[in-house]
């Protein structure tokens, strides 16, 4: 299966990166754009539209959490789907991130099948 839809996945750690593109491709996902940080991020949706960032939490320069109010600090891009990625498992900080607006993210480590099925209920609406 084919989805025709472009996805930029924010994550400072190269194989992670790279993991994750693969799996996006097993999964029918081929317009990925990758960015090291939520500044590189920034850049990338200067040039081009999304339709949905999977974005890591911890990152040097701006993290997940940043990236994501600087987002919602724009309307064009307010409303693009936010999925973030973390090893967080503290409720603490899952209550920080969902007091930011933070409405899905997945736990590390991310199983293959997990994300495809965030990505459905996120972009498609559990389609």
């Known amino acids: 299966m084919n ?4 996805i930029l996945i924010v994550e400072d750690l190269l194989t992670t990166r790279l993991f994750l593109r693969r799996t996006l491709k097993k999964l029918g996902y081929f317009n990925v754009v990758l960015a090291e940080d939520g500044q590189a991020a920034l850049e990338e949706l200067k040039r081009k539209s999304f339709d949905l960032i ?3 939490w911890h990152m040097p320069n701006m993290d997940g ?6 987002l919602n600090k724009d309307r064009k891009l307010r409303d693009v789907p936010f999925l973030l990625i973390t090893a967080e498992k503290e409720r603490e900080k899952v209550v920080e991130a969902v007091a ?4 899905e993210y997945i736990v590390k480590p991310v ?13 498609f609406g559990g389609a």
Do not use: R, T, W
């Open 54 to 56: 999977i974005s890591d």
């Open 111 to 123: 199983k293959p099948e997990s994300l495809g099925n965030k990505i459905k209920e996120v972009v």
């Open 3 to 6: 989805f025709e839809i472009n």
């Open 65 to 70: 959490l940043d990236l994501f109010k600087e």
């Open 100 to 103: 930011a607006g933070i409405k």
